[in-house]
């Protein structure tokens, strides 16, 4: 332990950075994947093997201690304390047929899945956040924009129920990323896998995972967990963005009051209520951008081994992803709970009435008054002489519609209004509102049956790891002991 063994930089860049940053977040992780090992190999029969188990479950009680230079990561720290503190028969049976690769890629994979399950938990709070708030709003009228012009009505509640239908994907994107990642590498060894037979199912199950990798090269060599993970989140703050962008469209027109609590004033201008949590929110979104190109980089010509870029060199970026994913979320939900949308303001857009052209189109094909290649330039033709004269179509009356298009009926009024048009939208997904009752019954349905796999996931993981810290030598069927050290080897 001669701490003059590392250059200072090295020390100070590498050793010290990844030792704190495991410290922080990886310890119970180590602690967890070491005690598995060690019952793998008790259960093989070797005794000491079994004392390290019960060993590390005292040694966890205690915090891990800061780097000094003399240790240079974690697991090495644990090794030298449970040496010091329980002998180095009982250190050394738990290093057999142990790689700090298998290791270290059974801890990064484990606090990688943590992370996504909190991911996966804040993205289905903020979908039931918006299928209320579409429950809520499904009379509401909105403007409907396509190539950033009024295009036709619908209602608010019909767009933050597509918004939630598009987010359930990328929930979907990030559970197979999760799916992926939940592959217990232990076992595994250097590359060919542990000399030592143990059962990597078992591993695996006690652990928490969901499966086992099949392939030992493959579990050390692999660095597209990690990958598939930065571009699901990816995928996640593009759709977000999106509902972000529309957000602050609203704000700009006064039609989303931004609460003041999650708002910032001016310095200057006291009359300033800035709805900058939104912007925080696209900040933390644009970080996740930029997730797949840096590890993409990691992964990207490095041998199909193990190297330290696709293995520790991916933990921190994605520390970093899910903390702006936890984020950007939580913001966007609270700020969607606290906030509050102005109807007269999001349905400014149809007071003129023209967006309503394309049902007076409609109204007269399926009337079979004119034929679509005879209605379409007729109306055109006269929402271009109303404009000229400096009218709107909500001015129209039956005289101005057998002018010009031969028809002066009160259904073709009727056409135009913006109520009607929602009506008659009755299609699978559509916006009225018997439509909009329906997949909101699909749409509550499925987010339940998410949240129960949800909390079954996080179930079993926690009585997974509560088992292996509290009592690890249950699960090869044997009592509790105060310390087992002696009685196995009287």
């Known amino acids: 332990m001669n701490s003059m063994r590392w250059h200072n930089l090295y020390r100070r860049w590498v050793l010290q950075r990844h030792f704190r940053f495991a410290k922080e977040h990886l310890g119970d992780h180590f ?33 891990i201690p800061g780097f000094s230079g003399q240790l240079e990561d974690v697991f090495f720290t644990i090794d030298f304390y449970l040496r010091e503190r329980f002998g180095s028969e009982v250190a050394s049976a738990l290093r057999r047929g142990l790689s700090r690769n298998d290791l270290d890629l059974t801890v990064f994979r484990a606090y990688a899945c943590e992370r996504l399950l909190r991911v996966l938990t804040s993205l289905s709070d903020l979908r039931r956040e918006l299928l209320g ?64 037979p143990v059962d990597r199912k078992a591993l695996a199950q006690w652990l928490g995972f969901g499966g086992t990798l099949e392939h030992t090269y493959d579990a050390i ?21 999106r509902l972000v962008a529309d957000l602050l469209f609203w704000a700009e027109q006064g039609g989303f009051l931004v609460a003041e609590k999650i708002s910032q004033g001016s310095s200057i201008m006291p009359q300033k209520v800035n709805p900058v949590v939104l912007e925080h929110v696209r900040g933390f979104l644009a970080e996740l951008m930029g ?6 980089h990691l992964n990207y010509s490095t041998p199909f081994g193990d190297v330290n870029d696709h293995g520790p060199g991916v933990l921190e970026p994605l520390y970093n992803l899910f903390y702006a994913a936890e984020g950007a979320v939580a913001l966007l939900r ?12 999001l349905a400014q857009g149809l007071r003129d009435r023209s967006v309503l052209a394309s049902e007076l189109v409609d109204v007269l094909v399926a009337g079979k008054r004119l034929s679509l290649a005879e209605a379409y330039p007729k109306v055109q033709g006269m929402l271009r002489e109303l404009s000229s004269k400096g009218r709107t179509v ?23 209004e913006p109520e009607r048009f929602i009506a008659r939208r009755k299609v699978l997904g559509g916006a009225a509102p018997e439509a909009q009752a329906v997949y909101l019954d699909y749409a509550l349905n499925r987010l339940k049956l998410e949240r129960l796999e949800l909390k079954e996931l996080k179930s079993r993981r926690r009585k997974a790891l509560r088992t292996l810290a509290q009592d690890p030598l249950s699960l090869l069927g044997e009592a509790r002991s105060q310390s087992p050290i002696q009685s196995y080897r009287a």
Not at 291 to 296: A, F, K, Q
Not at 334 to 345: C, D, G, I
Not at 394 to 416: I, K, R, T, Y
């Open 394 to 416: 909500a001015e129209l009356g039956l005289d101005d519609l057998q002018s010009h298009l031969g028809f002066g009926d009160p259904e073709l009024l009727q056409a135009l």
């Open 334 to 345: 609270v700020a969607l709970q606290e906030s509050r949308f102005v109807p007269e303001v």
């Open 133 to 196: 708030l579409g429950q809520n709003h499904r009379q509401t009228l909105l403007t409907a924009y396509t190539h950033h012009r009024p295009a036709q009505p619908t209602t608010l509640g019909h767009y933050l129920t597509g918004v939630e239908n598009l987010l359930s994907r990328d929930y979907q994107r990030l559970r197979s990323a999760f799916q992926t990642t939940d592959k217990c590498p232990l076992g595994a060894s250097t590359l060919a896998g542990s000399p030592y």
């Open 221 to 241: 060599a692999a660095g597209d967990w990690a990958l598939e993970i930065a571009y699901a989140l990816a995928g996640m703050a593009t759709s977000l963005s």
């Open 31 to 63: 602690f967890d994947a070491l005690t598995a090992y060690a019952l793998g190999l008790g259960k093989l029969g070797i005794v000491e093997a079994k004392e390290a188990a019960w060993a590390l479950s005292q040694l966890r009680k205690d915090p």
């Open 291 to 296: 997730g797949p190109t840096t590890l993409g």
